[in-house]
């Protein structure tokens, strides 16, 4: 038949149903395919067809079975055949497994009719379910992000432990160092404390020390006043060496001129000059001289000779009373036991007259009397010079030792500069004294060293000579 020339019989319905029927289980259905099928159908029962619309929709028909199925069209007899077998096969299983799900459904049904299941309480209970695990998944987003905060402060957290570990390292050698300072500063504080304590206990002795008083020993032996261990005086029955009595004079001149000096104060009619056993006294408006010693080769028999000595005596005296009045005028507590007129010295209690320091002969005794009188007030000067440039013993080793005993109990918790400043203020304190004390000492030292070195040398120059005058004398 060619084309576009052979009509489709009206009965041609039947082979149509087949072949749709025969492809009808492979193809999938669309919402095209049905109404495909309803217009060729239409057109086959109206059996009015042209060849080439004919061949334009088997085409149709073929391209599409083609785009549906695995297999292209058209096909063979043989071909159409096994085809045929297989959608008819595949056709069967379908079947089969419809019946098997109809079958499972109708054991559903029975088992809900049986048992009262409902399934709309199921589907609601689902979705409760569902909503619930929406929920939870939500809380479990949160912990996550949470988890992930806390290990990012658990991350940070380790690195601060890491970085209070080396702290705590550094804190820990740091205080091993400084414990082991401050054990060394307490040894050294403590050292210092009993060094401070020590030196307040030689300051508090210095400044008991008398220095005037054990640069001149004044005592007595019998019935002589001594200086130094120089006797001063002489009797009938005793006869001192004059080399002996120029000692003591010129140890009573270095007395008097060294307290004189050590107050600054001046005389106004003499000026006393220490050269040991040859001191003198200058008189002040005339220059003219008065010997504190007398000749030691003259007889004790020529009073006339002894007019210089008396002299010179008779200045001291007037210095020496001079000096007790000033003494007398700034402490009025002091009350010399006796009183200087002119040249003659007495007891305040007694009122008499007195006895004349001058030289005589005949009257040994009186003479020897009124030295010692003189010498006791001299004495009473030197206890008041000692009085009042020594300061009255005081508890400043003590206190000192009690405030560094408070600063080593503060310093206990906290080292303080409490020590520092107490020994610096005792230092302060004994360099002053000290300084004072020294000054007199130098005064009195390089004083005494002349005056030690003129009166020994004279009085072991001539001592064997005097001894032996005065035995010839006595003899006579």
């Known amino acids: 038949m060619e084309a576009g020339t052979s009509i489709i019989p009206a009965d041609s319905g039947a082979v149509t149903t087949a072949i749709s029927s025969s492809f009808s289980p492979s193809i999938t259905t669309t919402s095209a395919t049905p109404a495909f099928h309803r217009n060729t159908t239409a057109t086959l029962r109206r059996g009015i067809l042209t060849a080439g619309s004919l061949n334009g929709k088997l085409f149709e028909l073929f391209q599409h079975a083609s785009d549906k199925t695995e297999v292209d069209h058209p096909l063979c007899g043989t071909c159409a055949s096994q085809v045929a077998e297989e959608l008819f096969k595949r056709a069967n299983e379908q079947r089969i497994a419809n019946d098997r799900y109809q079958e499972y459904l109708d054991a559903l049904n029975e088992e809900e009719n049986r048992h009262g299941v409902n399934f709309a309480e199921l589907d609601a209970e689902i979705k409760q379910l569902e909503a619930e695990e929406k929920e939870l998944i939500e809380k479990l987003q949160g912990l996550r992000v949470t988890s992930q ?110 307290m004189a000096t050590q107050l600054g104060f001046r005389f106004t009619e003499y000026r006393i000059v220490y ?9 002040l408006d005339d220059q003219s001289q008065c010997p504190l010693y007398a000749a030691t080769d003259i007889s004790n028999a020529w009073g006339f000779f002894f007019g210089p000595f008396n002299k010179g005596m008779c200045a001291f005296l007037q210095c020496m009373k001079e000096f007790t009045d000033f003494a007398e005028s700034t402490d009025r507590n002091i009350g010399f036991p006796y009183r200087i007129e002119r040249d003659k010295i007495s007891e305040r209690k007694t009122g008499s007259s007195g006895l004349s320091i001058r030289y005589s002969v005949t009257n040994l005794g009186d003479w020897t009397k009124a030295l010692k009188y003189m010498l006791t007030n001299l004495k009473w000067v030197l206890a008041w010079m000692a009085r009042r440039h020594t300061p009255p013993p005081t508890s400043s080793a003590t206190s000192t030792s009690t405030s560094s005993t408070t600063s080593a109990s503060s310093a ?18 004994s360099a002053s004294t000290s300084a004072s004390v020294a000054s007199a000492a130098a005064a009195v030292s390089s004083a005494l060293a002349t005056a030690g070195a003129g009166a020994s040398h004279n009085y072991s120059h001539s001592h064997g000579h005097s001894h032996s005058h005065d035995r010839t004398r006595s003899s006579g």
């Open 412 to 429: 206990t918790s906290t080292p303080t500069s409490a020590t520092s400043t107490s020994t610096s203020a005792s230092a302060s304190a």
């Open 149 to 258: 905060q806390l290990q990012e402060e658990k991350e940070q957290n380790d690195a601060d432990t890491t970085f209070i570990t080396e702290v705590e390292v550094f804190y820990w050698e740091s205080f091993n160092e400084f414990q082991s300072k401050y054990l060394s500063f307490v040894d050294e504080r403590e050292g210092v404390r009993r060094m401070t304590e020590r030196t307040n206990e030689q300051l508090d002795q210095l400044k008991r020390t008398n220095l005037f008083n054990d640069a001149f020993h004044i005592w007595h032996d019998g019935h002589f006043a001594t200086i130094n261990g120089y006797r001063l005086g002489m009797l009938p029955s005793i006869q001192v060496p004059w080399d002996e009595i120029n000692a003591a004079w010129g140890q009573a001149a270095l007395l008097l001129n060294t």
């Open 275 to 283: 050269m040991g056993s040859n001191s003198k006294a200058i008189k």
